[in-house]
């Protein structure tokens, strides 16, 4: 059973601060924490996803940037990566992790979830209800039934 997951994109002040707290949200009794692959330490989330996750009720400010490490990929017993390209980013910080490594993004149609850094508000909405439609389906996937 998956009790920690961790959630990874790039810069970690954008998708993965948000699909954590939509999947801490949805799932309360796990411990789901996020990290990025190229994350400047400290960085605030980006102002952009704290303005679409607010218009939605979820609330990612105070989030600050977490780089990567092999000690978080250990410690995880799932990890969830926005990019195909990102299992293998992963895999490079600790070779063990490739197992438990997938899409955020694996029971939609389109898997990959796109970064909407320095774009367009229309772009980080799509984004944003597609996190919000992938944390659905994991949620769900992650439930444990008799």
């Not at 990567?68 to 390209?85: F, G, K, Q, S, Y």
């Not at 293998?88 to 970064?115: C, F, N, Y």
């Amino acid at each position: 059973m998956f009790q920690k997951i961790l959630i990874v994109c790039v810069g970690n002040i954008c998708r993965s601060p948000t699909a954590e707290r939509l999947l801490q949200q949805k799932m309360p009794h796990l411990q789901v924490f996020s990290a990025g692959l190229k994350a400047a330490a400290g960085k605030d989330a980006d102002l952009q996803a704290i303005r679409t996750a607010l218009r939605h009720g979820l609330i990612i400010a105070g989030h600050t940037a977490r780089p990567l490490t092999a000690a978080m990929c250990e410690t995880a017993d799932l990890i969830l990566v926005m990019e195909p390209r990102h299992i293998d980013e992963v895999a490079a910080v600790l070779p063990a992790a490739r197992s438990k490594t997938m899409l955020l993004g694996q029971w939609l149609p389109k898997q990959h979830i796109p970064d909407p850094y320095g774009q367009s508000d229309e772009m980080f909405e799509a984004v944003y209800r597609l996190i919000d439609e992938a944390v659905e389906q994991w949620a769900f996937r992650l439930t444990v039934r008799p």
